[in-house]
């Protein structure tokens, strides 16, 4: 497959991988290879294992192929999460948001934990909808933390700055005790209640 993709360019640099940018069927595909400076061991293998099986449920850019720590993936339209609430209202925000909580709900359901979701700055992509990418870290846990560490990016200083000029008001101590609760039952229940906390 990589022998077939056309027009191949620089895109970007990240800690553990190089993404370029090329035309696999004159569709615009990533290509992520290893970083020569990074000292992770099988960072983009993992991420294809974790991407085939979290396409299954909607979660992640589309995986196309992986060899020898090249992986292919659909390229991902849209502008980083903050960059993109910046530009959009109230009601706007709430639905991107609503979607990134079901995603991260779905992966606490799977025990699997994405990493850096307290701080997915540039882990998430938004255009129509938005989509999770970097999954180099992802993992088995007996107790993921995608919800709460997606909370705790809401309320992180310089977002929680942009929510409130945006409409939304959030108390610390309210999110700290449903999480707690979240925590101990993992329950739709409780993950529902954190929704309606922080979207109404």
Known sequence: MFSKIKGVKFFSKGKRGYIYVGLLNNKKVSI??????????NRIKNEAYWLKILNKKGIGPKFLWYKDNILIYKFVEGEFIIDWIIKHNKT?????????????????KLNVDKEEMHKP???????????????????KSKKPKNVTQFCQFLLSRNLSKILKEKGFTFNRRNVINLLKKYKKSYSEKEFNLIIKYFLG
Do not use: G, Y
């Open 32 to 41: 992520k290879v290893k970083n020569p400076e990074s000292k992770a061991v």
């Open 121 to 139: 700055v540039k882990h998430i992509l938004v255009k129509n909808k938005p989509v999770l990418i970097d999954f180099e870290r992802t993992k």
């Open 92 to 108: 706007q925000i709430k639905r991107i948001l609503k979607l990134v909580f079901l995603d991260c709900r779905e992966l606490d």
